[in-house]
């Protein structure tokens, strides 16, 4: 199965400031989706972004950008100009296309956004 | 516009009693999912499925029971609760093509004591 790590458990960004929050992931598949999910302390799962393995061209949604390094298994999300609506738990997500077509979540990393 | 139902928000059981989850999706999607959500884990697939009559296991299928005997709905079942069954579970269906995203309920806060 794949496996997809946030080593950041936790971050801080000041008020309209710019942070990047790490993912990476390990899989043997050269086709898939990869996906960020963005849940407030409402607990609702909200998708911030999402970004085809085939396309060379980073995602992006307003504010929310990412970093796609194929070869290096890496899916960054910044967030520019943050926000006090950011403040949340940060999921990023792998799609695989083999069976099942499974996703694959990262632990999370919960970020503070600080007035 | 309901999306993904999941009742109830809350529940308490003893240990030994059993539940069953319920979902449903007005999206007519064919694939299903549930999740639970542990401190420090991030979301875990319990069981999922790909169509209506058609289910598998997932990472963490043990003490857990599905089935979808139509496409609207895909309850999950707790035979007989144990306390490391004490999660947040959230159901999820998409649909099978493309790279559409997983789309959540609002998920169910379940304490086994």
């Known amino acids: 199965a794949q496996t997809v790590t946030q080593s950041q458990p936790e971050m801080s960004v000041q008020e309209a400031e710019t942070v990047t929050l790490s993912c990476t992931y390990d899989?043997?598949?050269?086709?898939?989706?990869l996906f960020w999910y963005k849940q407030p302390p409402s607990r609702q799962m909200i998708l911030v972004i999402r970004q085809e393995a085939y396309k060379q061209q980073n995602a992006t949604e307003n504010r929310f950008s990412v970093n796609f390094q194929k070869a290096a298994k890496s899916f960054s999300l910044k967030i520019s100009d943050s926000q006090l609506g950011d403040a949340a738990m940060y999921f990023c997500?792998?799609?695989?296309?083999?069976?099942?077509?499974?996703?694959?979540f990262g632990t999370g990393t919960s970020l503070t956004v600080i007035p | 516009n309901a999306g993904v139902t999941q009742t109830p928000k809350f529940q308490v059981l003893k240990t030994g009693q059993s539940m069953t989850l319920q979902c449903a999706q007005d999206m007519n999607h064919e694939y299903m999912s549930w999740y639970r959500q542990d401190p420090g884990m991030g979301l875990r697939l319990i069981h999922y499925s790909v169509g209506a009559g058609i289910t598998d296991q997932g990472e963490v299928p043990n003490g857990y029971n599905v089935s979808r005997s139509t496409t609207e709905d895909f309850p999950l079942r707790l035979l007989s609760a144990a306390p490391s069954q004490t999660s947040v579970y959230f159901c999820?269906?998409?649909?099978?093509?493309?790279?559409?995203?997983?789309?959540f309920g609002d998920g169910t806060r379940l304490s086994i004591l």
């Open positions: 899989t043997s598949e050269s086709d898939y989706y």
């Open positions: 999820a269906s998409r649909r099978g093509s493309g790279n559409q995203p997983q789309h």
């Open positions: 997500a792998y799609r695989s296309l083999g069976t099942g077509n499974q996703f694959y």
